[in-house]
Protein backbone atom coordinates (compact mmCIF):
# COMPACT_ATOMS: atom_id res chain seq x y z
CA UNK A 1 0.00 0.00 0.00
CA UNK A 2 1.36 3.28 -0.66
CA UNK A 3 2.09 6.69 1.48
CA UNK A 4 -0.92 8.20 -0.40
CA UNK A 5 -3.30 5.78 0.41
CA UNK A 6 -2.38 5.27 3.89
CA UNK A 7 -2.58 8.84 4.31
CA UNK A 8 -6.03 9.06 2.70
CA UNK A 9 -7.67 6.01 4.26
CA UNK A 10 -6.26 7.89 8.05
CA UNK A 11 -7.74 11.23 6.55
CA UNK A 12 -11.01 9.11 5.92
CA UNK A 13 -11.04 7.54 9.54
CA UNK A 14 -10.29 10.31 11.01
CA UNK A 15 -12.97 12.55 8.96
CA UNK A 16 -15.64 9.51 10.28
CA UNK A 17 -14.30 10.11 13.98
CA UNK A 18 -14.97 13.99 13.73
CA UNK A 19 -18.29 12.89 12.48
CA UNK A 20 -19.48 10.30 14.76
CA UNK A 21 -18.53 12.64 17.56
CA UNK A 22 -20.05 15.49 16.53
CA UNK A 23 -23.27 13.07 16.10
CA UNK A 24 -22.77 12.13 19.64
CA UNK A 25 -22.34 15.58 21.11
CA UNK A 26 -25.61 16.43 19.60
CA UNK A 27 -27.17 13.51 21.32
CA UNK A 28 -25.65 14.75 24.94
CA UNK A 29 -27.00 18.31 23.79
CA UNK A 30 -30.59 17.06 22.61
CA UNK A 31 -30.88 15.06 25.96
CA UNK A 32 -29.55 18.10 28.17
CA UNK A 33 -32.26 19.88 26.47
CA UNK A 34 -35.06 17.31 27.85
CA UNK A 35 -33.53 16.90 30.97
CA UNK A 36 -33.79 20.70 31.35
CA UNK A 37 -37.04 20.97 29.71
CA UNK A 38 -38.34 18.36 32.12
CA UNK A 39 -36.78 19.91 35.26
CA UNK A 40 -38.36 22.99 34.74
CA UNK A 41 -41.58 21.44 34.14
CA UNK A 42 -41.21 19.71 37.62
CA UNK A 43 -40.15 23.24 39.51
CA UNK A 44 -43.56 24.81 37.99
CA UNK A 45 -45.45 21.67 39.30
CA UNK A 46 -43.96 22.05 42.63
CA UNK A 47 -44.50 25.74 42.88
CA UNK A 48 -48.16 25.06 41.77
CA UNK A 49 -48.58 22.55 44.66
CA UNK A 50 -46.88 24.82 46.98
CA UNK A 51 -49.31 27.88 46.01
CA UNK A 52 -52.09 25.64 46.37
CA UNK A 53 -51.16 24.03 49.42
CA UNK A 54 -50.64 27.63 50.89
CA UNK A 55 -54.25 28.03 50.34
CA UNK A 56 -55.37 25.44 51.90
CA UNK A 57 -53.73 26.75 54.86
CA UNK A 58 -55.56 29.91 55.25
CA UNK A 59 -59.00 29.99 56.46
CA UNK A 60 -59.28 33.21 55.27
CA UNK A 61 -58.30 32.31 51.74
CA UNK A 62 -60.79 29.49 51.79
CA UNK A 63 -63.69 31.46 52.49
CA UNK A 64 -63.11 34.22 49.95
CA UNK A 65 -62.10 31.80 47.49
CA UNK A 66 -65.18 29.44 48.08
CA UNK A 67 -67.30 32.43 48.02
CA UNK A 68 -66.12 33.39 44.56
CA UNK A 69 -66.07 30.06 43.34
CA UNK A 70 -69.32 29.74 43.94
CA UNK A 71 -70.47 32.67 41.64
CA UNK A 72 -68.30 31.55 38.97
CA UNK A 73 -66.93 27.76 38.99
CA UNK A 74 -69.80 25.95 40.67
CA UNK A 75 -72.72 29.48 39.72
CA UNK A 76 -76.08 29.15 37.59
CA UNK A 77 -73.77 28.47 34.22
CA UNK A 78 -72.13 25.42 35.90
CA UNK A 79 -72.30 21.56 35.57
CA UNK A 80 -75.77 20.17 37.56
CA UNK A 81 -73.54 17.75 39.43
CA UNK A 82 -71.26 20.77 40.52
CA UNK A 83 -73.84 23.22 41.15
CA UNK A 84 -75.66 20.86 43.18
CA UNK A 85 -72.50 19.70 45.45
CA UNK A 86 -71.49 23.60 45.81
CA UNK A 87 -75.34 24.23 47.44
CA UNK A 88 -74.70 21.57 49.97
CA UNK A 89 -71.30 23.11 51.14
CA UNK A 90 -69.75 25.97 53.12
CA UNK A 91 -67.34 28.44 51.26
CA UNK A 92 -64.29 26.75 53.09
CA UNK A 93 -65.54 23.20 51.93
CA UNK A 94 -65.57 24.24 48.44
CA UNK A 95 -62.18 26.52 47.86
CA UNK A 96 -60.49 23.25 49.85
CA UNK A 97 -62.05 20.55 47.30
CA UNK A 98 -61.19 22.72 44.45
CA UNK A 99 -57.34 23.37 45.88
CA UNK A 100 -56.97 20.00 46.24
CA UNK A 101 -58.33 18.78 43.18
CA UNK A 102 -55.98 21.18 41.28
CA UNK A 103 -52.97 20.71 43.18
CA UNK A 104 -53.61 16.53 42.57
CA UNK A 105 -54.22 17.46 38.84
CA UNK A 106 -50.97 19.63 38.38
CA UNK A 107 -48.94 16.49 39.75
CA UNK A 108 -50.91 13.89 37.71
CA UNK A 109 -49.93 16.48 34.58
CA UNK A 110 -46.29 17.24 35.84
CA UNK A 111 -46.18 13.16 36.55
CA UNK A 112 -47.98 12.50 32.45
CA UNK A 113 -45.03 15.19 31.30
CA UNK A 114 -42.83 13.13 32.40
CA UNK A 115 -43.68 9.93 31.19
CA UNK A 116 -43.99 10.93 27.84
CA UNK A 117 -40.35 12.70 28.02
CA UNK A 118 -39.41 9.38 28.83
CA UNK A 119 -38.37 10.32 32.88
CA UNK A 120 -40.80 7.95 34.24
CA UNK A 121 -41.36 4.36 33.96
CA UNK A 122 -44.64 2.15 32.37
CA UNK A 123 -44.68 0.49 36.04
CA UNK A 124 -44.84 4.48 37.93
CA UNK A 125 -47.31 5.45 35.11
CA UNK A 126 -49.82 2.85 35.31
CA UNK A 127 -49.60 3.42 39.04
CA UNK A 128 -50.70 7.09 39.06
CA UNK A 129 -53.29 5.70 36.24
CA UNK A 130 -54.95 3.67 38.75
CA UNK A 131 -54.70 6.64 41.34
CA UNK A 132 -56.44 9.32 38.97
CA UNK A 133 -59.24 6.92 37.84
CA UNK A 134 -59.69 6.55 41.81
CA UNK A 135 -60.51 10.54 42.19
CA UNK A 136 -61.65 10.46 39.11
CA UNK A 137 -64.42 7.76 40.24
CA UNK A 138 -66.03 10.68 41.43
CA UNK A 139 -68.82 12.23 39.58
CA UNK A 140 -67.77 16.02 40.99
CA UNK A 141 -64.10 15.77 40.29
CA UNK A 142 -64.87 14.28 36.96
CA UNK A 143 -67.04 17.71 35.89
CA UNK A 144 -64.26 20.05 37.89
CA UNK A 145 -61.47 18.05 35.46
CA UNK A 146 -64.43 18.75 32.20
CA UNK A 147 -64.74 22.46 33.38
CA UNK A 148 -60.64 23.32 33.64
CA UNK A 149 -60.06 21.01 31.10
CA UNK A 150 -58.68 23.86 29.01
CA UNK A 151 -56.24 24.93 31.67
CA UNK A 152 -54.52 21.42 31.25
CA UNK A 153 -52.22 20.12 28.26
CA UNK A 154 -53.70 18.51 25.25
CA UNK A 155 -52.07 15.56 25.68
CA UNK A 156 -53.11 15.09 29.13
CA UNK A 157 -56.45 16.05 28.33
CA UNK A 158 -56.49 13.03 26.01
CA UNK A 159 -55.32 11.19 29.04
CA UNK A 160 -57.77 12.24 31.64
CA UNK A 161 -60.63 12.04 28.70
CA UNK A 162 -59.98 8.37 28.28
CA UNK A 163 -60.18 7.56 31.54
CA UNK A 164 -62.83 9.46 31.93
CA UNK A 165 -64.69 7.51 29.29
CA UNK A 166 -63.93 4.26 30.58
CA UNK A 167 -64.91 5.41 33.90
CA UNK A 168 -68.59 6.13 32.68
CA UNK A 169 -68.09 3.20 30.38
CA UNK A 170 -68.09 0.74 33.40
CA UNK A 171 -71.00 2.79 34.89
CA UNK A 172 -72.95 2.54 32.79
Do not use: C
Not at 106 to 121: K, M, T, V
Amino acid sequence: MGADKVRTLVEVVGLLAIVASLVFVGIQMKQSQEIAISTQYQERANAAVEMFTGNLQSDLSLRLSGDRLRLTMFGPESDAILRDWAQERKPQELAWQFNNFLMLFSIYDNNHFQYSAGFLDEDSWLSFQARMKNVLANPVNRAMFKQMSSSFRAPFRQAIDNLIDEIESETK
